[in-house]
């Protein structure tokens, strides 16, 4: 079936515009994933989704980047006052809730602050 | 906290040689342990993963890995290198199911023929 998809791919945006990205977990699968990729980082947890719980913030960088998912499906992540080390790939997973934490990962979107 | 360590953040191994991709972990509970990889421009894939019973996880394309609970290591291997097994690999801990992961800094693979 089908994957994690993402969108856009890649995003060029001015230093202090929003951005907003988008992801579609595996139809079914209840626990949503956002992690950064930097240079600098390495692959860093952003937030995590599951059911109907309250997600897991614990790894947001700051009050610019908020997520929300709609329906127990599709997931925005906005990066609000962008700045230039915002600049990196975010990766969204998406997973079962129950039995062993696989995670499957989309392809990511390339975000660029100029 | 969960924390992984992998040694060596480049890697260089003949066609046909064997690969040795080093992990360490720290965690305070029973670990959920991973091994993913990530071709150019792709996301992760899933090579294999321990959770419990049989230490010794063998995963897709030829690669397998051993928990050593006594060594806190995952150690990834393969018998023999193929041109196509160049890409970035992460060793990631969890500490149950449904959780975040927490990823190693990746170890980049070249396969010289």
């Known amino acids: 079936g089908a994957g994690v998809s993402q969108s856009p791919s890649n995003k060029v945006t001015e230093k202090g515009k929003d951005v907003e990205l988008r992801c579609d977990p595996i139809s079914g699968h209840t626990a949503l994933y956002w992690y950064r990729q930097s240079l600098g980082q390495g692959l860093e947890f952003l937030i995590y989704f599951q059911g109907n719980s309250a997600p897991d913030k614990s790894g947001l960088p700051s009050d610019r980047f908020s997520a929300e998912r709609t329906g127990g499906s599709v997931s925005t992540l906005t990066i609000q006052r962008t700045q230039q080390e915002d600049s990196a790939v975010y990766l969204c997973?998406?997973?079962?809730?129950?039995?062993?934490?696989?995670?499957?990962f989309g392809p990511g979107t390339r975000l660029t602050v100029t | 906290a969960q924390s992984v360590t992998q040694l060596g953040s480049h890697v260089s191994v003949s066609e046909g040689a064997l690969v040795l991709l080093r992990c360490n972990y720290s965690s305070s509970v029973p670990p959920y342990l991973f091994w993913y990889v990530q071709y150019p421009n792709q996301g992760l894939q899933l090579l294999l993963k321990y959770t419990t019973g049989a230490t010794l996880v063998k995963g897709i394309n030829g690669f397998e890995a051993e928990f050593k609970k006594s060594e806190t290591s995952f150690h990834l291997t393969k018998p023999s290198a193929h041109m196509s097994d160049a890409a970035e690999y992460f060793c990631?801990?969890?500490?149950?199911?449904?959780?975040?992961?927490?990823f190693g800094g990746g170890t980049r693979v070249l396969v010289k023929p």
């Open positions: 990631a801990v969890t500490k149950a199911a449904g959780n975040k992961l927490t």
């Open positions: 997973a998406s997973s079962l809730d129950r039995g062993p934490n696989e995670q499957y």
